[in-house]
């Protein structure tokens, strides 16, 4: 059963000391930036109404996903901090300050299942739309012809738009072929230790014991030869197509598999079939890459991306495509498997059009994106794409370098706004363990960085409003100094 209520409650809040709150804390701005009825009827959309216990507010539930990761705190961390905050629990939406805890740390787990990646990018769309008005044109985009998003009606472009590509790392341990098949040995090992007691059968020899002692005896050293890591590598091949065939044997004749082993312990079963026949294939052709290479069996959906860095020349993660525009943030692509990020360009422009309903007057992109079909693609719609012209330099070749320098300034606001999120709220080491968890611990880091822009944005916009208030009053006071001076020239006249 749900039950709505009002967001109003910064007059009867009451506090504990006796003082007012402070109006000018970062929660509190939070609080009013953010349009907690809209999301609230949207986050109740998508859940059942009729069945099951009655639903947490959804506004503790939003508010205590975005501060865990304004805060970059763990499940518990972020649980103890609201306790003991009197201002992160007014951004919560309660009606006063309480001493128990809002919710269970575990129910984060089933909250970032429940909330995917779709779910917080129009979460995203939703907070920029309420604070982003559709009446006022600005040089950054507006949509200063009050032109609905998705229609036909043509525009003049409009716009700077700032388009990169970055890999968001998990938390997983540094792979290697040695290591993989020996996490993989040993989860089967535990699998046939588990069907053997169900079924009370005689647990068959897996040599573990020489198997770990054979792994210890290279993994240990520090210097090893390629001929010793291949035999290693070779010995647990061996081991871990053993351990298979054991299970293979132990669950021959049942009738029902699900009932010897859970859906996790039959997932790990799948991946490490996968996973043995991907070394196998690599220890064959002597080579050291495959495709949809599984570098953790725990995390089988991780893949290795190759960037050539220079802090690491491999990284492990998933793929995503960022536009930034007037100081905001949009994720338009999130891949898990390697890809050139060329093709993000069309997306990217695309989903600004579908947002503002006109295209942007300029791209700022890496060199990467400057293709020839993007270049013809962008001069078909008018779009200027910084990069560098091709064929022979020209005499306005000069000033074409100039403007790309210039380009390339202005496309720092979204290499800091990856550094912004992997240095401060938690993108550059993703502890969720699913894929569905990873992709929404991102899509919230996403709307964070929104909220910290929007507020700025709204400080900027009232300091310019008092600015030009202050101005006025001195405009106006430097005129009635005028006329007070001229009156008494024309007395003494």
Not at 1 to 21: A, G, R, T, W, Y
Not at 207 to 222: C, D, F, P, Q, T
Not at 339 to 363: M, Q, W
């Amino acid at each position: 059963m749900i039950v709505s209520k009002s967001h109003n409650q910064f007059v009867l809040f009451p506090n504990p000391f006796d003082e007012h709150l402070d109006l000018s804390n970062r929660w509190v701005k939070f609080a009013h930036i953010i349009p907690w009825d809209k999301l609230s009827h949207f986050y109740y959309s998508k859940m059942d109404i009729k069945m099951g216990a009655g639903a947490l507010d959804a506004r503790v539930v939003l508010g205590a996903i975005i501060i865990k990761h304004h805060e970059n705190l763990s499940d518990e961390g972020c649980i103890e901090a609201i306790q003991e905050n009197l201002y992160m629990q007014y951004f919560l939406g309660l009606p006063s300050f309480q001493k128990g805890k809002v919710f269970a740390p575990s129910l984060f787990v089933e909250i970032r299942k429940r909330l995917g990646l779709d779910y917080w990018q129009s979460i995203n769309e939703i907070i920029i739309k309420h604070n982003t008005p559709t009446n006022k044109g600005n040089t950054e985009g507006g949509n200063s012809n009050n032109v609905e998003p998705g229609t036909d009606t043509e525009q003049a472009n409009e716009g700077t738009l700032n388009i990169d590509a970055t890999i968001v790392e998990q938390d997983i341990q540094y792979p290697n072929d040695l290591g993989i098949l020996n996490e993989s040995r040993e989860k089967l090992e535990e699998l046939i230790d588990i069907i053997c007691l169900k079924t009370e059968q005689e647990k068959p020899r897996t040599y573990r014991i020489n198997a770990r002692k054979k792994y210890l005896n290279v993994a240990k050293k520090k210097n090893n030869s390629h001929k010793k890591i291949r035999k290693a590598i070779g010995q647990q091949l061996n081991y871990v197509k053993r351990d298979l065939e054991h299970i293979e044997t132990l669950l021959s004749g049942k009738m029902s598999v699900e009932g010897l082993l859970n859906k996790y312990e039959l997932k790990y079963l799948q991946v490490i079939h996968e996973t043995y026949r991907q070394q196998r294939e690599m220890h064959s052709n002597h080579t050291h890459s495959t495709a949809h290479r599984i570098v953790s069996i725990h995390q089988p959906h991780v893949r290795p991306m190759v960037r050539g860095k220079a802090g690491a020349n491999v990284e492990f993660g998933c793929k995503i495509g960022v536009s930034v525009h007037n100081g905001l943030t949009y994720l338009d692509k999130l891949s898990w498997e390697s890809y050139n990020e060329t093709e993000d360009l069309k997306t990217s422009v695309e989903n600004f059009k579908k947002r503002n309903g006109f295209y942007p007057a300029k791209i700022n992109a890496d060199q990467i994106y400057i293709t020839r079909n993007n270049r013809n693609w962008c001069k078909e719609r008018n779009i200027q794409l910084n990069g560098k012209p091709l064929g022979r330099p020209s005499e306005n070749t000069k000033e074409k370098l100039k403007e790309l320098k210039q380009g390339v300034g202005e496309r720092n606001c979204i290499e800091g706004k990856f550094g912004q999120g992997k240095r401060w709220y938690g993108m550059d080491n993703i502890h969720a363990k699913l894929q569905a968890t990873s992709e929404s611990m991102i899509g919230a880091i996403v709307v964070v960085l929104n909220l910290i822009r929007l507020v700025q944005q709204h400080a900027f916009t009232f300091a310019k409003y008092f600015e030009s208030i202050i101005n006025y009053l001195i405009c106006q006071i430097n005129k009635s100094q005028l006329y007070f001076m001229l009156f008494f020239k024309r007395v003494n006249f």
